[in-house]
């Protein structure tokens, strides 16, 4: 299995929505760890070394400015200034996926007279991050939304995924989840069944 640059999205956690990061052009997670040299003096054979902590990571990213999508570098400055960390996601919505929490350390703004403007962006992970491989849950691109239906197949609500819905007592509801662009629902289905 290839994978390809130009199918992995790096996605930002904004009021409760993954969005990707505006015309980024390249992301990359880098893992570090901390390591001591376990040699002794007199072993007489290779150096050997040993792990001395848990292993950190940051992200970067680099693309081009645009001040009107909404996870641009002027949001990530916001973010950054106002002391907030984030929810971020690196998939291709399909085979591979890495997500984490991380704090953005430096946000670049590069406004070349000749050549459109450009930015690059550090993140500094802030605990351990999950990989996973296969079964990956596609991120909801920006105004999915979820039908949700009675057992006679009439509908109750639309609501934007992810999101939330409150109900107090049901018996079948057919969560319905489309695709925007095409107006055809996306497969599998799924149906909860509740019986208190």
């Not at 200034?81 to 953005?104: E, H, M, P, R």
Request: hydrophobic share 35%.
């Amino acid at each position: 299995m290839i994978i390809k640059g130009r199918d992995l999205i790096f996605y930002i956690e904004i009021a409760g929505q993954n969005i990707p990061l505006c015309h980024a052009r390249t992301c990359t997670i880098n893992t570090t760890a901390t390591t001591l040299p376990s040699t002794t003096l007199n072993s007489g054979r290779g150096e050997t070394n040993e792990y001395a902590g848990k292993y950190a990571y940051t992200i970067k990213g680099e693309g081009l400015n645009d001040a009107f999508d909404i996870a641009n570098n002027f949001t990530l400055q916001s973010l950054q200034t106002s002391f907030t960390k984030v929810n971020w996601t690196f998939t291709d919505n399909s085979d591979v996926q890495w997500y984490g929490t991380a704090l953005i350390t430096s946000t670049t703004f590069d406004g070349a007279f000749d050549a459109v403007s450009s930015f690059q962006n550090e993140l500094l992970g802030d605990g351990e991050y999950t990989f996973q491989t296969g079964h990956i849950v596609p991120v909801p691109p920006v105004g999915s939304s979820v039908l949700i239906q009675d057992q006679f197949g009439n509908a109750i609500a639309t609501v934007a995924a992810p999101g939330t819905y409150t109900v107090t007592k049901f018996d079948t509801i057919d969560l319905h989840f489309w695709n925007t662009s095409t107006n055809l629902p996306i497969t599998p289905q799924i149906t909860i069944t509740e019986t208190v």
